[in-house]
């Protein structure tokens, strides 16, 4: 009995030991000059330093502006405060590398192995907690650790790491918050979602989605979800006072109600340049888009003018048409009519929301290869998208409420950047919980089926070496249900 209890925190300490050493062995050096990487490190430079959120690349004192969400750059200024090496960073670095012995700065890398290890262990936990099944636990917990295509920048700081850190933990609070009336523990699911929307702001209209459907379900349809508007109010007071409170911030510093700067406009039209393509290189991203051999499969068969405009480098393709094509407008507007730069994004905003709205069918159409461009981030995309799609139905048919509010981060991630981005697969990373998730679900669902239909499964399990996971998944689904009612009924009642 107590070989059946450890086993599966010796099969997780495995996969931590497994995961660090590939990760390690496979890295790259940290790119702190490209991407994200350079705003991401200038603003948390001038938080360690000066106390000042801006993003300025100059080691000076700037004023007080808007950047980036502020959820990494906080999270960077504290490991600034707390490793001396890293502290020791200047934006100067990021511009000129040559000035700054770079190796120096690897505890931002460190930092963001640490959240990839400890979002497999929390994804443990919370496959548990919806299964009662430690066998789908450690499904979900090697979906994340031993998922090294999706892991391998893991060195890079940006934000992605810790953004699927939070949803891990917005999930998991969610879980322990769920069938219960305590203010306590839903103010702890409010202040994660409150950090994730910070740390990605993507997540603000799932946010106001979620509250959307909860305030319906309070006082309009009646279900057996037991909704108190003094949890609903609690959520949405600590919700608004963290997202709210960041929000007043920047106004007072720009006069400009927003999460970020001028983010969404350039994102939107990075995907509105996808509506151009011609119909044979709509049937060519399909392959392009296709990890491993699809960009070598694509030039075989297809001229090099069709396939040229999918490198994200190409001076004319849709990517530098989108964000560099954006950023010319703006500049031409603001010469043109003298006008401040928050105002000429507006107006530019506007014209590629016309755009698309002119081209709809071409929108619709070309979502689906920009679609399918995001789940390749996943190693296991074969196995977990269809997990996500049955995990998703099955808790909806079956009403499981709890269950289907965990793959909806899933679902919207997935769909929210097919339609206002160019989808590219690391902006998937924040969907990858849910998907470990639905895997975890399915692989109970199933090992219920097999432990109905044959009595020797856990035995033959067990021999071939995997089955103390169906061990567990026997005892549970032979003596209770696969999880314990989710929702309503006496549950509601018993755990306030």
């Given at each position: 009995m107590r070989l059946a209890r450890a086993w599966p925190f010796g099969a997780l300490l495995a996969m931590l030991v497994v995961s660090i050493a590939?990760?390690?062995?496979?890295?790259?050096?940290?790119?702190?000059?490209?991407?994200?990487?350079?705003?991401?490190?200038?603003?948390?430079?001038?938080?360690?330093?000066?106390?000042?959120?801006?993003?300025?690349?100059?080691?000076?004192?700037?004023?007080?502006?808007?950047?980036?969400?502020?959820?990494?750059?906080?999270?960077?200024?504290?490991?600034?405060?707390?490793?001396?090496?890293?502290?020791?960073?200047?934006?100067?670095?990021?511009?000129?590398?040559?000035?700054?012995?770079?190796s120096r700065f690897y505890g931002a890398s460190v930092a963001n192995l640490?959240?990839?290890?400890?979002?497999?262990?929390?994804?443990?936990?919370?496959?548990?907690?919806?299964?009662?099944?430690?066998?789908?636990?450690?499904?979900?917990?090697?979906?994340?650790?031993?998922?090294?295509?999706?892991?391998?920048?893991?060195?890079?700081?940006?934000?992605?790491?810790?953004?699927?850190?939070?949803?891990?933990?917005?999930?998991?609070?969610?879980?322990?918050?769920?069938?219960?009336?305590?203010?306590?523990?839903?103010?702890?699911?409010?202040?994660?979602?409150?950090a994730l929307t910070l740390t990605k702001a993507a997540f603000l209209p799932y946010s106001i989605l979620l509250g959307t459907c909860a305030t319906i379900t309070l006082f309009v349809r009646r279900t057996d979800?037991?909704?108190?508007?003094?949890?609903?109010?609690?959520?949405?007071?600590?919700?608004?006072?963290?997202?709210?409170?960041?929000?007043?911030?920047n106004f007072v510093a720009s006069g400009e109600l927003r999460i970020t700067d001028n983010r969404a406009g350039i994102v939107l039209s990075?995907?509105?340049?996808?509506?151009?393509?011609?119909?044979?290189?709509?049937?060519?991203?399909?392959?392009?888009?296709?990890?491993?051999?699809?960009?070598?499969?694509a030039r075989r068969l297809?001229?090099?003018?069709?396939?040229?405009?999918?490198?994200?480098?190409?001076?004319?393709?849709?990517?530098?048409?989108?964000?560099?094509?954006?950023?010319?407008?703006?500049?031409?507007?603001?010469?043109?009519?003298?006008?401040?730069?928050f105002d000429a994004s507006a107006k530019i905003d506007h014209e590629v929301l016309r755009s698309i709205l002119a081209h709809p069918l071409a929108y619709v159409a070309t979502t689906l290869p920009v679609l399918y461009r995001g789940i390749w981030i996943d190693e296991f995309a074969l196995v977990g998208i269809p997990a996500l799609i049955f995990a998703s139905w099955y808790a909806w048919r079956r009403r499981e409420i709890l269950r289907f509010v965990l793959m909806s981060v899933g679902i919207y991630n997935e769909l929210f950047h097919a339609l206002i981005s160019l989808n590219i697969p690391r902006y998937q990373i924040t969907a990858m919980p849910s998907v470990a998730v639905a895997a975890a679900i399915t692989f109970a669902l199933l090992a219920r089926r097999f432990s109905r239909n044959d009595g020797d499964f856990g035995h033959a399990a067990t021999a071939q070496g995997i089955a103390m996971a169906g061990r567990a998944a026997d005892a549970v689904a032979a003596r209770a249900p696969l999880a314990p009612p989710i929702v309503g009924g006496a549950q509601a009642h018993t755990a306030r």
């Open positions: 590939v990760n390690i062995a496979t890295s790259k050096d940290p790119n702190f000059t490209g991407g994200d990487a350079p705003d991401y490190l200038a603003t948390a430079y001038h938080l360690a330093h000066h106390h000042v959120y801006a993003r300025d690349a100059t080691g000076s004192e700037p004023q007080p502006g808007i950047g980036r969400e502020p959820g990494y750059p906080v999270f960077l200024a504290a490991l600034m405060r707390l490793d001396p090496g890293l502290g020791a960073f200047t934006p100067e670095c990021a511009s000129d590398a040559g000035k700054c012995d770079l640490v959240l990839v290890e400890l979002s497999g262990v929390l994804l443990f936990l919370l496959a548990f907690k919806v299964t009662g099944n430690r066998g789908s636990g450690l499904v979900a917990a090697a979906y994340t650790l031993l998922n090294f295509h999706m892991n391998r920048f893991w060195q890079d700081p940006v934000s992605d790491r810790l953004a699927m850190f939070l949803v891990v933990v917005m999930m998991l609070t969610l879980s322990y918050a769920w069938g219960t009336r305590r203010t306590g523990r839903w103010s702890l699911f409010a202040a994660a979602l409150a979800i037991k909704i108190s508007p003094r949890v609903l109010g609690t959520i949405m007071f600590v919700y608004a006072l963290v997202v709210g409170g960041w929000l007043m911030r990075t995907r509105e340049v996808l509506d151009h393509m011609t119909p044979t290189q709509y049937a060519a991203s399909f392959v392009y888009w296709t990890r491993g051999p699809g960009p070598g499969l297809f001229a090099p003018e069709v396939i040229a405009p999918f490198g994200l480098d190409t001076p004319d393709g849709f990517f530098e048409l989108g964000q560099g094509g954006y950023n010319q407008r703006v500049e031409a507007l603001i010469k043109a009519e003298s006008t401040g730069f």
